[in-house]
Every structure is written in structure tokens, then in C-alpha cells.
């Protein structure tokens, strides 16, 4: 299995407080992706990192904020957490550009916001 | 906005039997992946197949992808109860890499 974990594992929290959520890689792949997973929607990308320093906006990047300050570390931040902000959070790796190769997964951290 | 969009959404077979799953896209693309998740788990990648290739196969797996159809299907042969998960197609372009909803795959021992 690829090195990720992601912390922490569960967390429930109430709206308007800020929740960071964080995904440790020791493969060294240079991408490194948020996915938030809901039901009848599958899997939808938040953030992703192309580097250390860059990142990108993916298809539901309001409300959310990313950092990558080391290649092994990429940290999501909800800053003012909403209901609509419940789900189940994936980070996953990868070594090259985002769809060519295969994606390493995380276990998940599953968010609820009360 | 999906890409990739499963067929069907759920699917209940026995033990030994084989399990076929579409997968439906709208634009071109570089590749097509499979991905298995297990309740509670992360996703675990499969199989890729390019865009110039038709077959492929690992194990128990085989993936055909028709790009004139923008079609792809996942084909387990002999299935276990071990097999039971969710499996999603993942679209692969110049971007991003883009989920369908999932197939919910129950075999039943």
C-alpha cells in the first residue's frame, strides 16, 4: 500500500469553526489531491498540488483553502465550516500530472459538521 | 460535473458467477482507469487502459474500452464474496482525472 495517511480519521465539529484536515505522503509523488465524497455524487476534487507552493482549484474549491509547505504534506483548511461541508475527505497521490497515471488513496477522514 | 457515469448502479450476484460493469463518457480522452473501494476505505486503483488500446487484462480482470462508443466495461470473472465493494471508472485527459458515481457490487457466498 502507498505511504498516506491521513489525520484525523474522524472529527466532528460545529459550524463556523475552522477545521484543517491533513494528509502526510512518504512515496515523494509530486502530486497530491483533496476529494470530498458524498453520496450521489461520487467523487469531486477540491484542491490539488502540482509542487511544493503550487496549487490549483478543482471542481468545488469554495470554502476551501490548501498549503503545501513540504513535498509530504498537504493540508486542507475549511476556514469558517458549514453543514454543506459534511462528508467523507480522500487525499490521494500520484508521481506524474493528474489523469495520466494511477492515484494512491488515503483511508479518509470522515467530517461532520453539526 | 461527472465524466465517467457507471451502469448499473448496483449489482447483486452469486458466488463463482462473473460481474460486468459500464462505464459511459462524453469526451475524448488519454485513459480510462478502474477503481475498487471497499466499505469504509479508500480507493485502489486497478487497471488503466490507454486510449489506443482496446483490451486488458490482470487476474480475474479484464477491461475493454470502445473510444468510438466512449465506453469502457470492467468484467470480473469468478467472483468472491472478497469482490464485494464499489467500483468506479475515473476518466484521464490533458486535466483532471474525473469519477463516475460508482457500481455497488454485492456477491453473495
Known amino acids: 500500500d502507498a505511504g498516506i495517511t491521513q489525520s484525523p480519521r474522524h472529527k466532528v465539529t460545529e459550524t463556523g469553526t475552522p477545521v484543517t484536515l491533513r494528509c502526510h505522503q512518504t512515496e515523494n509523488h509530486r502530486y497530491m489531491y483533496w476529494y470530498r465524497q458524498d453520496p450521489g455524487h461520487g467523487l469531486r476534487l477540491i484542491h490539488y498540488?502540482?509542487?511544493?507552493?503550487?496549487?490549483d482549484k478543482g471542481e468545488v474549491s469554495d470554502g476551501y483553502s490548501v498549503s503545501r509547505s513540504k513535498t509530504e504534506d498537504f493540508l486542507l483548511t475549511l476556514e469558517s465550516a458549514t453543514s454543506s461541508q459534511t462528508s467523507v475527505y480522500f487525499c490521494a497521490i500520484s508521481d506524474t500530472g493528474q489523469g495520466t497515471q494511477p492515484q494512491h488513496f488515503g483511508d479518509g477522514t470522515r467530517l461532520s459538521i453539526l | 460535473s461527472q465524466q465517467g457515469e457507471e451502469d448499473p448502479q448496483a449489482l447483486s450476484i452469486q458466488e463463482g458467477e462473473n460481474a460486468t460493469m459500464n462505464c459511459s463518457y462524453k469526451?475524448?480522452?488519454?485513459?480510462l482507469q478502474w477503481y475498487r473501494q471497499n466499505s469504509g476505505r479508500g480507493l485502489v486503483h486497478l487497471i488503466l487502459?490507454?486510449?489506443?488500446?482496446r483490451e486488458k487484462h490482470s487476474g480475474r480482470l479484464r477491461v475493454t474500452l470502445d473510444t468510438s462508443k466512449k465506453s469502457s466495461s470492467l468484467l470480473i470473472t469468478a467472483s468472491r464474496a472478497a469482490d464485494t465493494a464499489s467500483y468506479f471508472c475515473?476518466?484521464?485527459?490533458?486535466?483532471?482525472?474525473?469519477f463516475g458515481k460508482g457500481t455497488k457490487l454485492t456477491v453473495n457466498p
Open positions: 469526451t475524448s480522452i488519454n485513459n
Open positions: 498540488s502540482y509542487g511544493v507552493k503550487d496549487t
Open positions: 475515473a476518466t484521464g485527459g490533458s486535466e483532471k482525472l474525473v
Open positions: 487502459i490507454r486510449s489506443n488500446e
